[in-house]
């Protein structure tokens, strides 16, 4: 439970941004498209290598999208900031009165950022050619399958140059 005073249980105030409200919940959101990615590469999304096994945790999504979060979530944050779109009335009381959630308004903010980062194209190297992000989410949960249906492959993570 959250105490009163934790940054997570306050609004943001003048000298805060308030995205670091929004980054769970945009991690949330890209790890849905990331879950999307593996069963649509038919991998199993609950058998992960990074991140500890545990019972009804789609702890390969977790590894999947931790090489993307820079990429997607961290840039939608930082656009935010930058563009000083947040406001203390975007954040409203959670229901239970112990801490501060996104408003609709500051949902939608997030959303469209995170949207256009997914829509983004940039330079993916193993195909040597210009793709979304959200296309490479997938081509990156192939690849991973590939290598886990030959031995002699060796898995190479996404990095933007």
Request: aromatic residues 8%; hydrophobic residues 40%.
């Amino acid at each position: 439970m959250l105490r009163s005073g934790s940054p997570i249980a306050r609004s943001p105030t003048d000298g805060e941004s308030g995205a670091d409200k929004g980054v769970p919940w945009l991690v949330e959101t890209t790890a849905s498209r990331s879950l999307a990615a593996a069963v649509q590469a038919g991998l199993d999304p609950y058998l992960g290598f990074f991140h500890a096994i545990e019972p009804y945790r789609p702890n390969l999504v977790l590894d999947l999208m931790e090489e993307f979060r820079p990429v997607i979530v961290d840039r939608a944050a930082i656009a935010i900031v930058k563009a000083e779109l947040l406001d203390p009335l975007d954040f409203e009381p959670s229901p239970d009165g112990a801490g501060i959630w996104l408003g609709q308004t500051a949902k939608k903010l997030f959303l469209g950022q995170l949207q256009r980062q997914f829509s983004s194209r940039v330079l993916y190297s193993p195909q040597n050619r210009r793709l979304t992000l959200a296309q490479i989410l997938l081509e990156q949960a192939r690849s991973l399958g590939r290598c886990l249906c030959e031995s002699n492959l060796d898995y190479e993570p996404f990095l933007l140059k």
